[in-house]
């Protein structure tokens, strides 16, 4: 298939330069395959989203039968059990003290819901304040309003008219972590900072960066002291990636906002939330209508999404979830290695069960094309990798295998290798 053949417009694709080459026909467990029979390992996930494996028995099922009863309700003057009882168990399993649970269907609505709660909050209280501070090198949405907190860049280069001012921390890099939050300290002596978005723990499409929990545990202690919310997106890092079920709870912190997608229906459905605490519901909460939070997806809290999404929560709550977690961060930190102090790669790292490694540059000019390159080969290989730029990571489902995995590490040995010698 090639774009002539084809109407459909595939995203972040250039079609003059990435064949989309075959259909799938059929997802299992760690794999996709495709038309032509091929098992295509899918290391990163379908994008993040699958945790388990693709089409997990439990949550295909309740898909099944809440088709038997449900299709879009809408979702204001009305509710619906599944709505509820996510909502209700979500709120036992995120850190302590979020206490209401907004529906939307993606992670960048996610995230402007938490970007509205947020100068919604300020602007109910009589303080309006309209200023977002972002960490650099952040990705949360391709959205103008999420890519206004995103890092700048070719991306967005002809929406840049478009998207608002944001004040930027620095990335907190190893050993400069004061520097970041001196400069958040700084914007919140401004009094018209709003919120502090961060991913927490890995910023995952702007390259995997990875940052200690105890950076985000200062920045929200700088947020909390000058009065100012701190949102934490873990569109990504939630559901287990990380090692934990969360990030933030590494840093045993409760951000005043928590948006939520991905993983949260094990990657079955689209489905996303955005949890607050108290104040930011009670804010909103009045007589006067000019205070209603007037935010709405038509497909809001899509019942069957929800059923999935329960069923998901069903699996963490009764399967050794983490232990599978912990015993895939193992597995991953033991293949990764042999790569530490290797020449042909820079910052070698991981956080849970995601690795990441840089393939160093052999002259300027070299990493333009290096992620197509090496894309092409993997899929050759029958193995799903997506460098970002010249960053290879892997961030496979649950269920992947160890000797996935050693084929796969070998595939990035034998990658590295025939670039190195100008083959590749
Ligand atoms: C993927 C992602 C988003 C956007 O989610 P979509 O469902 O693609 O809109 C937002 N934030 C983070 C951190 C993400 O990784």
């Known amino acids: 298939m090639n774009y002539s053949s084809s109407p459909v417009w595939h995203p972040f694709t250039q079609h003059l330069l990435e064949p989309v080459t075959k259909k799938i026909t059929r997802t299992e467990g760690a794999y996709l395959i495709d038309e032509d029979g091929r098992q295509i390992l899918d290391l990163i996930s379908s994008w993040w989203v699958i945790t388990h494996g693709h089409r997990t ?14 299709d879009q309700i809408i979702f204001a003057e009305y509710s ?12 036992r399993i995120v850190p302590h003290g979020l206490s209401h649970v907004f529906y939307s269907d993606s992670g960048s609505t996610c995230v402007e819901v938490a970007l509205k709660m947020a100068l919604g909050y300020f602007h109910n209280r009589g303080e309006p304040r309209f200023k977002i501070a972002v960490m ?19 991306f967005n280069a002809a929406y840049g008219a478009l998207l608002y001012d944001v004040a930027t921390i620095p990335f907190p890099v190893e050993g400069r972590e004061q520097q970041t939050l001196d400069a958040f300290e700084q914007l919140c002596r401004g009094r018209d900072l709003a919120a502090l978005i961060v991913e927490p723990l890995v910023l995952g499409a702007g390259g995997m960066k990875i940052y200690p929990a105890v950076v985000l545990r200062q920045l929200k202690a700088i947020a909390e002291a000058h009065g100012v919310l701190l949102i934490c997106d873990e569109v990504m890092t939630g559901w ?3 090692g934990t079920l969360f990030a933030s709870e590494q840093a045993g912190i409760t951000p005043d906002i928590l948006c939520l997608s991905k993983g949260i229906t094990g990657g079955a459905l689209p489905l996303a939330v955005t949890l607050c605490v108290p104040e930011i519901f009670e804010a909103h ?30 699996i963490w709550r009764d399967e050794p979830v983490l232990q599978r977690v912990q015993n895939l961060q193992v597995m991953q930190s033991c293949e990764l290695a042999r790569f530490k102090n290797d020449p042909r790669f820079e910052n070698v790292r991981q956080c849970g069960t995601i690795t990441a490694l840089d393939v160093k540059a052999q002259s300027s000019g070299y990493l333009s094309n290096v992620a197509l390159r090496l894309k092409a080969f993997f899929r050759a290989h029958d193995v799903l990798l997506r460098p970002l730029g010249n960053v290879l990571y892997l961030m496979p489902p649950y269920c992947v295998t160890e000797q996935e995995l050693q084929r796969s590490y070998q595939l990035i040995d034998q990658a590295a290798d025939l670039l190195q010698s100008g083959k590749l």
């Open 136 to 154: 650099a090198g952040s990705y949360h949405g391709d959205t103008i309003g999420t890519m206004s907190a995103g890092e700048r860049g070719v």
């Open 285 to 314: 909460l009045s007589t006067d209508r000019g205070r209603t939070f007037y935010h709405s997806s038509s497909y809001t809290a899509n019942p069957i999404a929800c059923a999935a999404g329960l069923a998901n929560l069903h």
């Open 80 to 91: 619906h059990e599944p709505a509820e009882q996510l909502a209700q168990e979500l709120i």
């Open 240 to 242: 287990g990636r990380t």
């Open 57 to 70: 028995p439990q949550i295909m099922q309740a898909i099944r039968e809440a088709t038997e009863q449900y």
